[in-house]
């Protein structure tokens, strides 16, 4: 039987070591994971942001995952939501290429808070 297209990148996920990504790649990643870092950093005290944190800290759930900033945990799928929206509240974060279609601001707080979790 063929393995599926997922289960060749799970594979090749599961087997990956860091030893084993060129130092370009690591260079772009710290790139895209700084900027939207920053940025969160600046999106912290919008509104939109803060109505969102508190609505999510009155519905509560498990603490699994960081709200950037805030240092607060709760539910990971949540946290993800947030943290997108802090990094593009005031969308200064444009570094990626403009061919690419996964913006990093939409994947980087989802891959920080499974990775958490």
Do not use: Q
Not at 34 to 46: K, N, P, Q, V
Not at 107 to 112: E, G, K, R, V
């Amino acid at each position: 039987m063929e393995k599926s297209i997922s289960r060749v990148i799970s594979e090749f996920a599961i087997n990956l070591k860091y030893e084993d990504l060129p130092e370009e790649v690591i260079h772009e990643v710290k790139r895209y994971l700084y900027d939207s870092i920053g940025c969160a950093y600046g999106g912290y005290h919008t509104n939109d942001v803060n109505w969102l944190r508190e609505i999510y800290e009155e519905m509560g759930g498990k603490e699994e995952a960081t709200l950037i900033g805030f240092g607060k945990k709760i539910p990971a799928v949540n946290a993800a939501l947030i943290n997108s929206l802090m990094i593009r509240a005031l969308d200064f974060n444009d570094i990626y290429w403009k061919d690419d279609p996964s913006h990093p601001s939409d994947i980087i707080p989802a891959a920080l808070s499974v990775g958490e979790l």
